[in-house]
């Protein structure tokens, strides 16, 4: 069944387009799985991507070094393994390559640079008015598609967090977020301030120490340090396998044990633990544990120092709460990513104030009215995997029974036409 049924000539005239199937807003991971779930199926959609292709997050916002923090197998898409010959953290551009296979294994085409403006169901009629601003070289046009379902797939990463600092305005020297952060080539001999020490900021701070630059890393809350492998075996795995045979607490416990016979007390280096266990608080508040791939031996060297929360800026120098001044040439934010949902979707049932469903994972998939969502799980590839899975079955149910209906109605008023000669 054909995936759309305009030419693209059509597209572009057009200002209100019927979908027969779902909407699906996001062509990263999360889409993509929703995308060949049903195709598998047999049903016919409609995938709208803001940016020019696939992936955006990862193809345009990660730094050269980057790796998949989990081993591949937990981070592979439904029906579709990564290469065999792929190490077992691949590289982002592995990973980009598996992305684009994945679409045209399942010959997924989105429609790119097609910004959603607003989602909005009519109670009325009983369907999703979808409005977007397509952009076709120099030329926008404004499109409204009508669908049954739709599904929100731009993930818990959709825009930068950027937050204000006193003074940031005059600090005159670069600031940059961690998303347009490629590589410490250019910051050779530089004196760079890393704000927040997730995977993210560990791996900033690490790739500039490689670099030779020398960077100060600002740690504001507590964080979970965990070694990224235990004896040679993931820690994730090792985590998961636990999981089968004892309760979370416990398998918190021994991971923090083992943490610190691997890691030793990283404590001392100024990086506080959090009183809450480190899966227990990936589940129940999403953050992350810090999978160490070097950047904890470069602080225990004094090659990244660590450093407190930040008071204000001045011209090229800021002021920590303790009251130290550090003179430095740059800034790199590593302060993560939200949800935009709520900036398009006019919607207040399904998900929060933060566009995060407000139902915890593994029900926070589906809605009312045909509403769905996927890559909002906290869990990251692999949840999203299953989300993935969920939604395209529980749509493709519903097409079926629909078409069924419609294909019975249309036999009934024939057989009412012909009984009339």
């Known amino acids: ?93 592995q990973f980009i390559t598996y992305l684009e296979s994945y679409a045209k294994q399942f010959d997924i085409n989105p429609r790119f640079n097609e910004t959603v403006q607003s989602a909005k169901y009519d109670e009325t009629f009983g369907f999703w008015r979808i409005k977007t601003i397509s952009s076709s070289d120099s030329s926008f046009c404004e499109v409204e598609y009508i669908c049954r379902w739709l599904v929100v797939a731009t993930g818990e990463n959709a825009e930068k967090i950027e937050p204000e600092f006193e003074g940031l305005q005059h600090f005159e020297g670069n600031v940059m977020h961690a998303g347009d952060y490629k590589s410490g080539a250019s910051y050779r001999g530089k004196r760079v301030l890393v704000v927040g020490c997730g995977n993210s900021g560990m791996e900033v701070s690490l790739d500039l120490c490689n670099h030779n630059a020398k ?84 602080i225990r060297s004094g090659d990244i120092k660590v450093v407190p929360e930040i008071k204000k800026f001045s011209p090229g120098k800021v002021e920590l709460v303790n009251g130290q001044v550090l003179e430095l040439d740059s800034v790199v ?28 994972f593994p029900n926070g998939w589906k809605g009312k009215t045909g509403l769905y969502a996927v890559g909002f799980t906290k869990r990251g590839l692999s949840g999203a995997s299953l989300d993935a899975m969920s939604v395209a079955l529980d749509i493709a149910k519903s097409w079926k029974e629909e078409t069924k209906q419609k294909k019975k109605s249309i036999a009934s008023r024939q057989r009412r036409c012909i009984s009339h000669f």
């Not at 889409?31 to 193809?59: M, T, Y």
């Not at 980057?66 to 439904?78: I, N, T, V, Y």
């Not at 934010?333 to 915890?360: D, H, M, Q």
Request: proline share 10%.
């Open 1 to 93: 069944m054909p995936q759309s049924f305009i030419t693209n000539d059509e597209f572009l005239s057009n200002r209100c387009i019927w979908v027969n199937g779902p909407v699906i807003v996001g062509a990263g991971p999360s889409g993509l799985a929703v995308a060949a779930g049903l195709k598998n199926q047999g049903v016919p959609f409609i995938i709208l991507e803001r940016a020019n292709c696939i992936a955006s997050l990862w193809q345009n916002r990660t730094y050269d070094r980057l790796k998949l923090h989990l081993p591949k197998q937990f981070c592979q898409l439904p029906n579709f393994p990564f290469p065999e010959d792929f190490p077992e953290y691949p590289t982002k551009y």
């Open 333 to 360: 934010l590593a302060t993560g990513y939200r949800s935009n949902v709520p900036s398009w979707l006019k919607e207040n049932e399904f998900f929060s104030e933060n566009g995060i469903p407000k139902n915890p």
């Open 215 to 298: 960077p100060s890393m600002v740690v504001r809350s507590s964080v979970h340090v965990l070694p990224r492998e235990v004896l040679g075996k993931s820690t994730f795995q090792l985590a998961v396998l636990m999981m089968k045979y004892f309760p979370l607490w416990l398998v918190d416990k021994i991971l923090l044990i083992l943490a610190r016979l691997i890691l030793g007390n990283v404590e001392k280096y100024g990086l506080k633990r959090p009183p809450t266990g480190p899966i227990e608080l990936k589940n129940t508040e999403g953050k992350t544990p810090v999978l160490d791939i070097g950047a904890l031996q470069k």
